[in-house]
Nanobody, 127 residues
Framework: QVQLVESGGGLVQAGESLRLSCAASGYTFSTYVMAWFRQAPGKEREFVAAVSRSGSGVYYADSVKGRFTISRDNTKSTAYLQMNSLRSEDTALYYC????????????????????WGQGTQVTVSS
């Protein structure tokens, strides 16, 4: 069964850190691009970060650049999102997603290119 399971969300104070994990199963993880998206209440789901198959290429939304770090461990079939200096505007449901299309890296920000999605993990940042 192909699935992604997120974990690590929670309630933190502004300025604190969280590390999200996304465990994949049922497919060859190393051949898929991994990404994180988020959706705040009343807003559209938006791109946060993506990592290439090997882990050497990383891509970020401007709003999280310098604060968030995406990574992956292909030996554990797991992707991570380290979130530092959290702000109230980072409050959202965070989803991990996976795709193995041959799109160029410029398409990694587009959620339409992702075929596998997790259920999401809630991150709440209080100010």
């Amino acid at each position: 069964q192909v699935q992604l399971v997120e974990s690590g969300g929670g309630l933190v104070q502004a300025g604190e850190s969280l590390r999200l994990s996304c465990a994949a199963s049922g497919y060859t993880f190393s051949t898929y691009v991994m990404a994180w998206f988020r959706q705040a209440p009343g807003k559209e789901r938006e791109f946060v970060a993506a990592v290439s198959r090997s882990g050497s290429g990383v891509y970020y939304a401007d709003s999280v650049k310098g604060r968030f770090t995406i990574s992956r461990d292909n030996t554990k079939s797991t992707a991570y999102l380290q979130m530092n200096s959290l702000r109230s505007e980072d409050t959202a449901l965070y989803y991990c997603a996976s795709q193995n299309s041959q799109y160029a890296a410029s398409y990694y920000r587009s959620q339409e290119t992702y075929s596998i999605w997790g259920q999401g993990t809630q991150v709440t940042v209080s100010s």
